[in-house]
């Protein structure tokens, strides 16, 4: 029992470093997500049909294919091909960011679609530009809609995170590994890996539920309902 | 001609077509400054699709829409954003943004469509609130309003942009029937201050006391107009007073005015 607690602690600045790296990895794939989820889902409600049809590509294309499959096919294959020198974490962060993009382009769309039609039509009677009716009426009704949606694919994703260890990023998992394989402390460590990760899960969900506090709209959205 | 008798607004053979299905089928009307007219008519006869054709949140398939005398170009989405700025438009289900409270409701638009500063556009709300008679509103969100004031904030944010004309879609229709009241109070106040209005409604009381002209639309065509004075003596055959009549009957006879 000694032995496991002080494999632990001696192996535990070396875990929290991985856990930093992996709150960097999901915090850049989830910013990365974001952008690419407002903009794929403006495009699919109010863009043309070429637009659309492009859009479900990417939209198929990453909800499609394994995460697993795209690390390798992304780090091995395309950047190696194109010769992009580039690290693991920012590859898994990549990637991540463009999976997630897809995935939360569908919680964006489904939360514009979800709001009354006619506040665009109000928006565009008073002289609003298409962009300015987006940007000042839809997307902040749209956004707070999406919060609890998203705090599901911010754990995903951190959960998800744990696969940039085949591509030797040096995550939570990784580093678990890397010292378990020396200590043969496999039960201390991973335990230690999960209680990281459940942290970590913790702290962006209470953030989130705090943010979707914050947001709500009185006598609208976001209250308890009893 | 005189630049008074330019109609403000003048719609010039309109037409509009749904899956194919013809909607308007060259609808003309003009308005002159001042002026007050009403559409009526069964459901489905086009008064809607005409109102948003006006102010093109609906572009008309054939027709034209002028402003003070000039066409606006149907195609350059500026000239409509700028139509828009000067045709407000009152809809039936009200279409307040929920996430912003009934001043902000107003000063989203001067802000962002006028440039306006926060702080005047701010002053401005305030000024259209009270004229509504909802000066202590100010902070409260669409969700915490009743429907008449949630229609009277929505009559604030369009008159915060100083339009020429005002389209009106059945403003009281969703309206539980004790708070019609306050909203046709505000019309009339707007009526009596000269606002140039163009009205679909089903209420009496408005039809036969606002109105200049009564225009009765079906299937897509003004099939009548004329002034109430004409079009709704007892008696008088008219599809207008055929249709009052019923409306009276079925508002048993308490918004009969």
């Given at each position: 029992m000694h032995a496991q607690l002080n494999a632990v602690v001696d192996a535990f600045p070396y875990l929290l470093f991985g856990a930093v790296n992996t709150a960097l990895i999901v915090l850049a794939a989830m910013g990365i997500g974001l952008v690419i989820g407002v903009v794929v889902a403006i495009g699919l409600v109010y863009g043309p049909g070429w637009l659309k049809l492009l859009l479900s590509a990417y939209l198929w294309f990453f909800r499609g294919v394994p995460i697993l499959a795209l690390l390798f096919l992304f780090y091995f294959g395309l950047f190696s091909y194109l010769n992009i020198q580039i690290n693991a974490l920012a590859a898994v962060a990549l990637v991540l960011g463009c999976t997630t993009g897809a995935y939360q382009a569908n919680i964006f769309r489904g939360a514009i679609m979800s709001l009354p039609r006619g506040q665009f039509r109000a928006a565009s009677a008073l002289g609003m530009s298409d962009v300015a009716a987006i940007r000042s009426i839809i997307l902040p009704q749209a956004l707070r809609i999406s919060i609890p949606a998203w705090s599901n694919e911010y754990s995903i994703i951190l959960k998800d995170s744990a696969l940039a260890f085949v591509i030797g990023a040096p995550e939570i998992m990784a580093r678990a590994q890397f010292v378990a394989s020396r200590t043969y402390q496999h039960l201390p460590l991973y335990l230690a890996a999960g209680l990281l990760y459940f942290l970590l899960t913790w702290a962006g969900i209470s953030a989130l539920r705090k943010l979707e506090h914050k947001v709500r709209i009185p006598g609208y959205s976001g209250e308890e309902q009893t | 001609m005189n630049s008074s008798e330019i109609p403000v607004l003048q719609a010039d053979k309109v037409s509009k077509s749904f899956s194919g299905q013809?909607?308007?089928?060259g609808v003309s009307v003009g308005l002159k400054r001042g002026e007050i007219k009403v559409l009526i008519g069964p459901?489905?006869?086009g008064k809607s699709t005409l109102l948003q054709c006006i102010n093109c949140l609906v572009l008309p398939d054939e027709g034209s829409i002028s402003l003070a005398g000039v066409e606006v170009d149907l195609h350059n989405k500026k000239s409509l954003y700028q139509l828009r700025q000067q045709v407000g438009m009152i809809f039936q289900d009200f279409?307040?943004?929920?996430?912003?409270?009934a001043l902000d409701n107003i000063t989203i638009a001067l802000r962002k469509?006028?440039?306006?500063s926060r702080t005047a556009a701010e002053k401005r709300a305030r000024l259209e609130l009270e004229q509504v008679?909802?000066?202590?509103?100010?902070?409260?969100?669409p969700a915490q309003l009743s429907g008449g004031q949630k229609q009277r904030v929505a009559i604030a944010r369009a008159l915060a942009m100083d339009p020429q004309v005002l389209l009106l879609d059945?403003?009281?229709?969703?309206?539980?029937p004790e708070l019609i009241g306050e909203v046709i109070a505000v019309i009339r106040n707007l009526a009596g201050k000269g606002m140039t209005m163009l009205m679909a409604t089903h209420q009496i009381s408005l039809i036969s006391t606002l109105a200049d002209e009564i225009l009765f639309m079906e299937a897509g065509v003004i099939v009548e107009r004329g002034a109430p004075s004409l079009l709704?003596?007892?008696?008088?055959?008219?599809k207008s007073a055929g249709f009052c009549d019923r409306l009276s009957e079925l508002a048993d006879g308490e918004c009969k005015c």
């Open positions: - | 013809r909607i308007l089928n459901s489905g006869g279409n307040l943004f929920d996430h912003l409270n469509v006028k440039k306006i008679g909802l000066g202590d509103k100010t902070d409260l969100y059945e403003p009281t229709s969703a309206l539980d709704l003596v007892p008696g008088c055959g008219s």
